[in-house]
């Protein structure tokens, strides 16, 4: 299984990114996807997830009304549109990611997902 994301990059405050996350080795419609991410010197934190299948979504507070996750399963690919863009926005991006037949999922704690890909450095500039 491999995860691979991009769409990172430099951008102003007030502007907008959209990520991707491009899945080999598994079917993301079957899968539970989200995003964390992890600023320099900072602990890493939840962003967004999706579920399999029924496609709910949550968000971390922080960037709730901002950002909005969603899914491509023609391309096999889960998306982050993130607007309106803050410089404390500014981390490496990671997207994970588990099989939603198994039990005890938690969509915000990283240790709840099996797959995890490389990140993406999105920065927001003052």
């Known amino acids: 299984v491999q995860l691979q994301a991009s769409g990172g990059g430099l951008v102003q405050a007030g502007g907008s990114l959209r990520l991707a996350c491009a899945a080999r080795?598994?079917?993301?419609?079957?899968?539970?996807a989200g995003w964390f991410r992890q600023a320099p010197g900072k602990e890493r934190e939840f962003v967004a997830a999706?579920?399999?299948?029924?496609?709910?979504?949550y968000y971390a507070d922080s960037v709730n009304g901002r950002f909005t996750i969603s899914r491509d399963n023609a391309g096999n690919t889960v998306h982050l549109q993130m607007n309106s863009l803050k410089p404390e926005d500014t981390a490496v991006y990671y997207c994970?990611?588990?099989?939603?037949?198994?039990?005890?999922?938690?969509?915000?704690?990283?240790?709840?997902?099996?797959?995890r890909g490389q990140g993406t450095l999105v920065t927001v500039s003052s």
């Open positions: 994970v990611s588990r099989n939603r037949l198994r039990v005890g999922y938690s969509y915000n704690a990283i240790e709840s997902y099996d797959y």
């Open positions: 080795g598994l079917t993301f419609s079957d899968y539970h």
């Open positions: 999706i579920r399999g299948r029924s496609d709910r979504t």
